[in-house]
């Protein structure tokens, strides 16, 4: 197993008064009034959508839910914010990443 595909990319950025949190490896989507609470809330869809695809009702699915990746303009967006970022500090976009829960369990802790 590769563990570099245990680390979800995921980016952020601010539309009008709104945060909107992105995970391209699993193509999900969150906002938030803050970054925080954008990403907080990405962070709990991406435990429930990785329970439902390793024990819950789309088990069934889960290889094709677990590779699911987003369009490549979003791809674009992320390695645009990506160079972007390394030149200017911005107060409306953010990169980060999320470890892909292995234990679906720990999502309702």
């Given at each position: ?31 938030g ?60 976009a ?16």
């Amino acid at each position: 197993m590769n563990t570099s595909n245990l680390v979800l990319r995921c980016f952020a950025d601010k539309r009008g008064t709104q945060w909107q949190a992105f995970c391209l490896d699993l193509t999900l989507a969150a906002q938030g009034d803050t970054f925080e609470e954008a990403r907080a809330k990405l962070d709990a869809m991406i435990c429930s959508y990785v329970e439902d695809a390793t024990v819950g009702e789309d088990r069934a699915f889960g290889a094709d839910l677990l590779r699911r990746s987003a369009p490549w303009r979003d791809w674009a967006q992320y390695y645009l914010y990506a160079v972007y970022l390394k030149l200017v500090r911005s107060p409306v976009a953010r990169m980060f990443r999320e470890v892909l829960p292995l234990r679906p369990a720990r999502c309702h802790v």
